[in-house]
Every structure is written in C-alpha cells, then in structure tokens.
C-alpha cells in the first residue's frame, strides 16, 4: 500500500503513481492513498486500487488533520490489511508510523526533499530525529539527506534515485536555437524570479534565446508582472502545467534548474534522458552534484547567483552545435542509470527485504 498526501502535480507524487503501477505489474497486490482527492491527478493503473481518506480536502487544524488522517490510515490498514505500507513526504511519513503502531503492518517511509525544508523547527526535528527512526525502513536519494538523520535509521535505509519513465529515453530531440525550458511548480522553492533575472541579461547578447517555463503555481502573477517589467513578452513565456514534458523538452536547446533546494529533481533527470544540455543550481540536499557527477560538462552554479547563472547559459549557447550534441550524449549516457529497469529492481528487492 503506497500513501501520500495527493497525486495532482510534482515529482515525488509522480513517481509513486509509476511505482504502485510497477509493483502491480510484478504481481502484487497494490493499493494508492491519498489523504484527499483533486479534480486533476495523474492517471493511476487500473490495476492498482485507488483509495481516498477525504473526497476533498478538509480545512481544520493541523493537529486536528493530521489525528484525523492518521485514524483513516489505519482503520484502511485494518480492512485491507497490507504486508507494508510506502509513504512519501513529511506528515504522510509520521501519520504512516503512528497509524501502524501495534498492526502487523511494516512501514517504508521516503525523504523526498531537503530535511533541512522539510523537517524544520521543533515538531519537524522530533519527527525526524524520533518517528521517523520507528520505521522499518527507509529511502533516501541522496547521501545529504541521508547523513542528517540519526545512524539508527541510516543503517536501514537506502539510497535509490528516482526512475525516469522509458518514453523519455526514445524522444528524439528537435532543439531550437537558443531555447531555454525549465520545468516546475511556480514557488519560492525553484526560484523561477532568478532564471527570469539571469535571461533578461541573457537576451542583450543573445537576442534570439527565449525562455519557457513549465508549471502552475501562487507565483505565477508575480512571476509575469517580473517578465512584463523587464520587457521580456514574446522572449519568456509562463506555459502553464503539462501533463507531456518529453514534448516540452523535445525542442529545447538547454534545460536550466534555478531551484533553492531539492530532493532528487525530477525535472532535471528527465532532461537528461532526453539529452538536453543542463545547467543547475549546487542546491541541497545534493541532488544535482549526485546527477552531474560523472559528467564533464559539470554546470553546477551557486544557489540564489543571478550573475554566474547569466554567465553559465551565455557560455553554453556560444559552443558551437557539434560541441551542444556532445554535451548532451553526455547527459544521456549518465541517465541511463535511471531507467526504471534498474531503479525498480532495487524498489522491489529493498520491500522483499523488508517484508521477509
């Protein structure tokens, strides 16, 4: 049974939806819930039973949500009565441990972002440092976040890195010059305003670049005041969510990641796949550095660094297009070790471990 708050948007809800769907297909029993449902979601497998805790989100307290939420968890544990039960994110991880306390139910709980973000400030720090170590397992995705929790619960972890869909690696990529595409949640967390900042500097030598950023958000408003302020309509461009990346991909010249702190982004790895050039912010926990590593064309930059960013997309769109398709065979060739054969297998081998 996989469990996590929703499944309408971003990278950790959708590879559990490509998870509960791969562990169907190996034969097994599986179930998908969330603490409520949205009008859209990612489209889960048929072959995967679909369960919601509320039709649609409640308003209520945080404390009174989260008792409410864990007493559901576990009443569905009870009826459906799992081997294991996978959880995702920070309050589905501490609801998933408590509402599994006395059933013979094992629980895998997974850091998806920066637990220094993530589990913040007291109520955060106990629910790292304490619940979390109650669980029988854990993933991580990067050796970062790992070493930020207590050796209790490192030593019955693992570090597994997300799987990129198949499609991603069979796309063949069309790039128009000086096309610039990021993907991701309009938020402070992915720091859009700065990629935004970067370009309008970026244009003046390179006036045929535009930028299309991909995802919805509280800030898009904000976001296209900044692009009308800084006279960049018809050169950057807000897309909107889309539930087709690879085709968003397909045409862009070079993928850009501007985000303040990460897990193991999605977005970024999905580029790769395609054999889109990359550029990143260093951000924690790791999760670009990780990706990057055994790439010669390592363009990480400094977090919340307009200047060295300018300089970074400036550089790569004067190589010349032979030196373009160099780089971006070399990105492919290191997202090969995401393909979900590999990273599926380690899922599957970890939860049989778990179970016994």
């Given at each position: 049974?996989?469990?996590?708050?929703?499944?309408?948007?971003?990278?950790?809800?959708?590879?559990?939806?490509?998870?509960?769907?791969?562990?169907?297909?190996?034969?097994?029993?599986?179930?998908?819930?969330?603490?409520?449902?949205?009008?859209?979601?990612?489209?889960?497998?048929?072959?995967?039973?679909?369960?919601?805790?509320?039709?649609?989100?409640?308003?209520?307290?945080?404390?009174?949500r989260?008792?409410?939420?864990?007493?559901k968890?576990?009443?569905?544990c009870?009826?459906?009565?799992?081997?294991?039960?996978?959880?995702?994110?920070?309050?589905?991880?501490?609801?998933?441990?408590?509402?599994?306390?006395?059933?013979?139910?094992?629980?895998?709980?997974?850091?998806?972002?920066?637990?220094?973000?993530?589990?913040?400030?007291?109520?955060?720090?106990?629910?790292?440092?304490?619940?979390?170590?109650?669980?029988?397992?854990?993933?991580?995705?990067?050796?970062?976040?790992?070493?930020?929790?207590?050796?209790?619960?490192?030593?019955?972890?693992?570090?597994?890195?997300n799987?990129?869909?198949?499609?991603?690696?069979?796309?063949?990529?069309?790039?128009?010059?000086?096309?610039?595409?990021?993907?991701?949640?309009?938020?402070?967390?992915?720091?859009?305003?700065?990629?935004?900042?970067?370009?309008?500097?970026?244009?003046?030598?390179?006036?045929?670049?535009?930028?299309?950023?991909?995802?919805?958000?509280?800030?898009?408003?904000t976001?296209?005041?900044?692009?009308?302020?800084?006279?960049?309509?018809?050169?950057?461009?807000?897309?909107?969510?889309?539930?087709?990346?690879?085709?968003?991909?397909?045409?862009?010249?070079?993928?850009?990641?501007?985000?303040?702190y990460?897990?193991?982004?999605?977005?970024?790895?999905?580029?790769?796949?395609?054999?889109?050039?990359?550029?990143?912010?260093d951000?924690?926990?790791?999760?670009?550095?990780?990706?990057?590593?055994?790439t010669?064309?390592?363009?990480?930059?400094?977090?919340?660094?307009?200047?060295?960013?300018?300089?970074?997309?400036?550089?790569?769109?004067?190589?010349?297009?032979h030196?373009?398709?160099?780089?971006?065979?070399?990105?492919?060739?290191r997202?090969?070790?995401?393909?979900?054969?590999i990273?599926?297998?380690?899922?599957?081998?970890?939860?049989?471990?778990?179970?016994?």
């Amino acid at each position: 049974m996989f469990y996590i708050n929703t499944i309408n948007g971003g990278g950790a809800e959708r590879v559990m939806v490509n998870l509960a769907k791969c562990f169907s297909e190996n034969g097994y029993d599986t179930s998908l819930v969330t603490s409520f449902r949205n009008t859209w979601e990612y489209p889960v497998a048929e072959s995967v039973k679909r369960f919601s805790l509320e039709e649609q989100e409640i308003k209520q307290s945080r404390l009174k949500r989260n008792l409410t939420r864990i007493s559901k968890v576990r009443k569905l544990c009870k009826e459906e009565e799992p081997d294991v039960l996978v959880s995702f994110m920070e309050e589905p991880n501490f609801r998933a441990i408590l509402a599994t306390r006395g059933l013979p139910v094992k629980t895998l709980v997974s850091v998806r972002n920066d637990p220094n973000k993530e589990y913040a400030g007291k109520l955060g720090a106990f629910v790292g440092k304490v619940l979390l170590p109650m669980a029988d397992g854990c993933v991580f995705q990067t050796k970062e976040a790992q070493e930020w929790f207590p050796e209790r619960l490192q030593k019955k972890s693992k570090i597994i890195y997300n799987a990129v869909k198949e499609d991603f690696y069979h796309i063949e990529r069309k790039p128009n010059r000086g096309e610039i595409v990021t993907c991701g949640r309009l938020t402070e967390q992915k720091n859009h305003a700065m990629l935004i900042s970067a370009f309008a500097e970026v244009v003046k030598q390179h006036p045929y670049a535009t930028l299309k950023i991909y995802g919805e958000g509280t800030l898009r408003e904000t976001l296209q005041e900044q692009i009308n302020a800084a006279g960049l309509q018809g050169r950057a461009f807000l897309m909107g969510a889309t539930n087709d990346v690879g085709n968003a991909l397909q045409t862009a010249d070079l993928f850009v990641l501007s985000s303040d702190y990460e897990g193991m982004p999605n977005a970024l790895m999905e580029a790769m796949a395609v054999g889109v050039p990359c550029i990143s912010t260093d951000c924690p926990c790791g999760g670009p550095k990780d990706l990057f590593r055994e790439t010669l064309f390592n363009q990480l930059v400094p977090v919340k660094d307009t200047d060295t960013l300018k300089k970074a997309v400036q550089t790569f769109l004067d190589v010349s297009e032979h030196e373009k398709k160099q780089i971006g065979a070399e990105m492919k060739s290191r997202a090969m070790n995401f393909r979900p054969e590999i990273i599926n297998k380690k899922w599957l081998k970890y939860l049989e471990e778990i179970v016994g």
